[in-house]
């Protein structure tokens, strides 16, 4: 989901509620601890430079939980971040602690925003070594890709 798909959802619920993949809801008392914007410049396993760009939300909680997020307080914060960090329409990613901070997409199911599981991906399968019908076959992983003798790394 872009952020712009956010706000038009944002000025239609009231309450803000997130799904974890596996229907889990996240408590209702969480906090939006940053908004902020994200850029990765790297290079593949294959050489090849690339940049990626992601509006980046991260969401705690504490034990106060004598309060929620309202949807309008939250497009307060992203007009906040927009202006002053120059935030542009980008693709959103959602931080959240569990056993270590995980990363998730967004998505929106009607009533709930879903944190969807994201997934890593080898960008130079080409360049691999590995035959493609010994590949997975939903995605490119890049511990497959870049093992010891894989090719590439």
Known sequence: MKLNELKSILATIENVEFELPSGEMVETHFHVTEVGQISKHFVDCGGTLRTERVVNFQLWVANDTDHSLKAPKL???????????????????????????????????????????????????DACGIPSEKLPASKTSGAVCCTPGGGCC
């Open 75 to 125: 497009l307060k914060i992203i007009d906040i971040a927009e202006n002053m960090l120059g935030i542009q329409n980008d693709e959103i990613e959602v931080e959240y602690q569990q056993d270590s901070i995980t990363k998730y997409g967004l998505d929106f199911n009607g009533q709930h925003l879903v944190l969807t599981s994201k997934q890593t991906a080898c960008l130079a399968s």
